[in-house]
């Protein structure tokens, strides 16, 4: 039996995260915990004195596999991750993570809590059994980002960037777009989804993670207001332009929300029609164009998720094609394309649905903590 398996046991490991959800973030360094803390050990499985931070970013990493929805958030939150939820009581974190699932507080800690707290525990085993040992230590990923990748592909004669990691960790790309309903209404910060995500990562915050302003939010409600559709919706393929709140730290200068995803009345679900990704795909090039000159350096580069595969429903491949009927139509050599998607097998879906091949000199995954830390 290899070292990883007699050592990340799923059961023991849950304990210790168990330990964690109840007691919280804040007081992880009261806590006996030996396996979290050499599964998050760096390659050099040293242990030094920052270890609770250490602890954290192996929860958030692991965290972060679970695949998005309401799994993931539930996860965030019970664990006190998401912002703003750090120091809450137990109890306040398992009411949210219910929440989550739109299920009683009683309900959630018989049922999906247990199920959340293993699936947690066995993405920690993993990870923690790739760092196991010299030759794990030789190729563990890097906690802090298992799956961040950049892919230069080349569709034809037109080039992109494939990024493989949530939309909050794109750096340095002057506009990232957004797809939003017609209400042009954000979700609340801590729904999984992408503009719940630009929406958390643009607000302001303070020492202490306390949200002081939501500028994006603002932004919209405020253009909702001077063109006077707070009561109505905009048409399908609305562009409207926003700043980027805090994001602009990460080089980030603009966001655009693309109007794509239309709510079907008396449900929580929506429609999104392909046809209208392909239009708002045009707007944005359109309007990249037209506010181009009007920053220093002129706004270049652009990245766009797929829009409507989310809460919208749309097929990933059918809003691939329909994005990419309207980026190729606008390509320009000074237009710097982008795409982002959370997970690697839906990166591998995006490259055989467009027929892409990788670009020369492309870029690898990130495979050591320099690289990480020196592009973000």
């Not at 993931?72 to 664990?79: I, M, N, P, S, Y």
């Not at 994005?323 to 795409?339: Q, T, Y």
Request: glycine share 6%; charged share 25%.
């Amino acid at each position: 039996m290899s070292p990883s398996a007699t050592e990340f046991d799923v059961t023991s490991v849950l304990r210790e995260v168990k330990m964690v959800r109840t007691e919280g973030l804040v007081r992880i360094r009261d806590l006996d915990l030996p396996l979290l803390r050499r599964a998050a050990a760096p390659r050099s499985a040293t242990v030094t004195d920052a270890w609770p931070v250490e602890v954290e970013n192996l929860l958030r990493t692991a965290v972060s596999r679970l695949g998005g929805g309401p799994l993931e958030e539930a996860a965030a939150l019970t664990l006190g991750l998401a912002p703003g939820m750090r120091d809450r009581p137990a109890a306040d974190r398992r009411r949210l993570a219910a929440k989550a699932y739109s299920i009683s507080v009683e309900r959630f800690r018989k049922s999906q809590e247990e199920m959340i707290l293993g699936q947690i525990s066995e993405q920690i085993c993993w990870l923690g059994g790739m760092g196991a040992g010299a030759e794990g230590a030789s190729r563990q990923p890097p906690l802090l980002a298992p799956h961040l990748q950049h892919r230069s592909l080349r569709v034809g004669d037109v080039a992109l960037t494939l990024h493989v990691h949530p939309v909050e960790l794109v750096r340095h790309i002057d506009v990232i777009v957004s797809a939003v309903n017609t209400h042009l209404s954000l979700p609340e910060m801590f729904k999984a989804s992408v503009p719940a995500a630009l929406r958390r990562a643009g607000a302001v915050r303070d020492a202490s993670g306390e949200v002081l302003a939501d500028p994006v939010h603002e932004e919209l409600v405020d253009w909702r207001r001077r063109n006077r559709v707070l009561s109505r919706p905009v048409p399908p393929g609305t562009v409207v332009p926003t700043g980027s709140g805090a994001l602009a730290a990460q080089g980030v200068r603009r966001l655009y929300h693309a109007a794509v995803t239309v709510p079907r009345h008396g449900t929580n679900d929506y429609d999104v029609a392909p046809q209208d990704v392909s239009l708002a795909t045009a707007r944005v090039l359109t309007l990249l164009t037209e506010e181009r000159a009007a920053f220093t350096p002129p706004l270049r580069s652009i990245c766009f998720p797929l829009l409507g595969a989310g809460r919208g429903g749309l097929l990933p491949q059918t809003s691939v094609s329909a994005l990419w009927a309207a980026l190729r139509a606008g390509a320009a050599p000074d237009r710097d394309i982008h795409l982002v998607v959370r997970r690697p097998l839906l990166a591998d879906l995006v490259t055989e649905v467009l027929g892409a091949r990788p670009a020369p000199s492309a870029p690898r995954a990130f495979d050591d903590k320099e690289t990480w830390h020196r592009c973000v």
